[in-house]
């Protein structure tokens, strides 16, 4: 008889659910992290990716209405962007400029060492580069173009946390965008097989290609949260991350958290909302994370470039919203999807120089490597900018010596 009741009584709060309006539920529809350890609602709602604070699930709005009725609590998850600074950036050359020859199976860049790969090298005549064997570097974007002649070599591992039906799928990085691609690029170009391809600051790295951004940018922070401790559990080295939002996610702190106590470097985009101060997106306003602004070829900061608090807090020291250092970042020559070369510009272009020579110089018989790394990237850098640490260039721009 009790149990009849429950029955019943369960029932009537699951009609009662679905005909609550909308607006009352909050029925928008979308991926929401719910805050529950029982198997009955990770049944009940199908799990995603399972953390600490409970599990994320892409809900329907029955399924709101249903957790707004139990007491579930849930949490709608954060979407971050990747960081292009330049819309009208196009591809170098134009595929409609390509001219197939006999003989020319390939795309080949404007120059194979470009300007920002020569003020990192601190070498105009440099011809190619070199660094990074046995480092891994994880590349958190929108995938890559796994078939690209400067980059195929490099890739050690690809998986894709960005689709619908399955959350993580081992083998899969395909880069529907660019973004990606042009960021693996700028790290670990290796000029291919023929040697006519561009280089990219450290080309003998390993690249952890792990797509987490889908076609349009978007990037789910629990996908981003999923794929940092897989990072840590595949044995990544550094950690590239060239997105931001300026809503901070615990999802995602709480992942950071975990990979830098790790010991993994983590190096993230500052941001494209310059020149007003304080404006760092997260996750690079971490202290724990190395956060990255734009140059250009005058070594100035574009006005775009996202600014730090380095002028409010203790100088010399790295703390939460601070710029820590600049590297190119406006008119980036690398590797596009179409097999060739593009031009972007933005700190997520920015970004990777410093995880290529965080992968270059990483000091692997240190007792903690990620901080020793850390700390010489100190070391080899010159000042730009205002005198000193600065909002918009923190200690400046690190250099091959």
């Given at each position: 008889?009790?149990l009849?009741?429950?029955?019943?009584?369960?029932?009537?709060?699951?009609?009662?659910?679905?005909f609550?309006?909308?607006s009352?539920?909050?029925?928008d529809?979308?991926?929401?992290?719910v805050?529950?350890?029982?198997?009955?609602?990770?049944?009940?709602?199908?799990?995603?990716?399972?953390?600490?604070?409970?599990?994320?699930?892409?809900?329907?709005?029955?399924?709101?209405?249903?957790?707004?009725?139990?007491?579930?609590?849930?949490?709608?998850?954060?979407?971050?962007?990747?960081?292009?600074?330049?819309?009208?950036?196009?591809?170098?050359?134009?595929?409609?400029?390509?001219?197939?020859?006999?003989?020319?199976?390939?795309?080949?860049?404007?120059?194979?060492?470009?300007?920002?790969?020569?003020?990192?090298?601190?070498?105009?005549?440099?011809?190619?580069t070199?660094?990074?064997?046995?480092?891994?570097?994880?590349?958190?974007?929108?995938?890559?173009?796994?078939?690209?002649?400067?980059?195929?070599?490099?890739?050690?591992?690809?998986?894709?946390?960005?689709?619908?039906?399955?959350?993580?799928?081992?083998?899969?990085?395909?880069?529907?965008?660019?973004?990606?691609?042009?960021?693996?690029?700028?790290?670990?170009?290796?000029?291919?097989?023929?040697?006519?391809?561009?280089?990219?600051?450290?080309?003998?790295?390993?690249?952890?290609?792990?797509?987490?951004?889908?076609?349009?940018?978007?990037?789910?922070?629990?996908?981003?949260a999923?794929?940092?401790?897989?990072?840590?559990?595949?044995?990544?080295?550094?950690?590239?991350?060239?997105?931001?939002?300026?809503?901070?996610?615990?999802?995602?702190?709480?992942?950071?958290?975990?990979?830098?106590?790790?010991g993994?470097?983590?190096?993230?985009?500052?941001?494209?909302?310059?020149?007003?101060?304080?404006?760092?997106?997260?996750?690079?306003?971490?202290?724990?994370?190395?956060?990255?602004?734009?140059?250009?070829?005058?070594?100035?900061?574009?006005?775009?470039?996202?600014?730090?608090?380095?002028?409010?807090?203790?100088?010399?020291?790295?703390?939460?919203?601070?710029?820590?250092?600049?590297?190119?970042?406006?008119?980036?020559?690398?590797?596009?999807?179409?097999?060739?070369?593009?031009?972007?510009?933005?700190?997520?272009?920015?970004t990777?120089?410093?995880?290529?020579?965080?992968?270059?110089?990483?000091?692997?018989?240190?007792?903690?490597?990620?901080?020793?790394?850390?700390?010489?990237?100190?070391?080899?850098?010159?000042?730009?900018?205002?005198?000193?640490?600065?909002?918009a260039?923190?200690?400046?721009?690190?250099?091959?010596?």
């Amino acid at each position: 008889m009790n149990l009849s009741k429950g029955i019943v009584f369960s029932l009537f709060f699951v009609a009662f659910a679905l005909f609550l309006p909308i607006s009352e539920a909050h029925a928008d529809g979308g991926r929401y992290l719910v805050k529950s350890t029982k198997g009955f609602w990770k049944n009940t709602f199908g799990v995603r990716h399972v953390f600490d604070s409970g599990f994320t699930a892409d809900l329907s709005d029955f399924q709101i209405r249903l957790a707004k009725v139990f007491g579930v609590e849930i949490e709608a998850v954060p979407v971050f962007q990747i960081l292009p600074g330049d819309a009208s950036s196009i591809p170098v050359p134009d595929v409609s400029d390509v001219r197939v020859k006999k003989n020319v199976s390939r795309i080949v860049p404007s120059d194979q060492t470009p300007w920002g790969v020569e003020l990192v090298y601190n070498d105009p005549d440099l011809v190619s580069t070199s660094g990074g064997a046995g480092v891994n570097i994880a590349i958190l974007d929108t995938g890559v173009n796994s078939s690209h002649p400067d980059l195929k070599n490099r890739i050690a591992k690809c998986k894709d946390f960005s689709s619908a039906r399955n959350p993580i799928v081992d083998g899969k990085c395909d880069d529907k965008n660019g973004h990606g691609t042009h960021v693996a690029g700028i790290i670990a170009a290796d000029s291919g097989a023929d040697a006519k391809g561009i280089y990219g600051i450290a080309p003998e790295s390993n690249l952890f290609v792990y797509k987490v951004c889908g076609a349009d940018g978007s990037c789910s922070a629990d996908d981003i949260a999923a794929a940092l401790n897989v990072a840590v559990a595949d044995g990544a080295n550094i950690v590239n991350m060239s997105f931001g939002s300026d809503r901070e996610s615990l999802l995602i702190k709480n992942a950071v958290s975990f990979a830098s106590d790790k010991g993994l470097l983590l190096i993230a985009a500052a941001g494209n909302d310059g020149p007003f101060a304080d404006s760092i997106d997260y996750p690079a306003s971490y202290s724990s994370v190395i956060s990255v602004g734009a140059l250009n070829v005058l070594l100035d900061t574009p006005e775009w470039s996202s600014r730090g608090s380095n002028s409010k807090t203790i100088p010399g020291l790295v703390e939460n919203r601070d710029m820590e250092f600049a590297a190119p970042g406006e008119r980036i020559e690398s590797t596009w999807i179409n097999g060739g070369y593009a031009l972007l510009s933005g700190t997520s272009m920015a970004t990777p120089f410093i995880s290529g020579l965080a992968a270059k110089y990483w000091l692997v018989d240190e007792e903690n490597p990620s901080v020793a790394t850390r700390e010489l990237m100190r070391y080899i850098t010159i000042d730009v900018g205002l005198e000193g640490e600065d909002d918009a260039t923190g200690f400046g721009l690190p250099q091959v010596e």
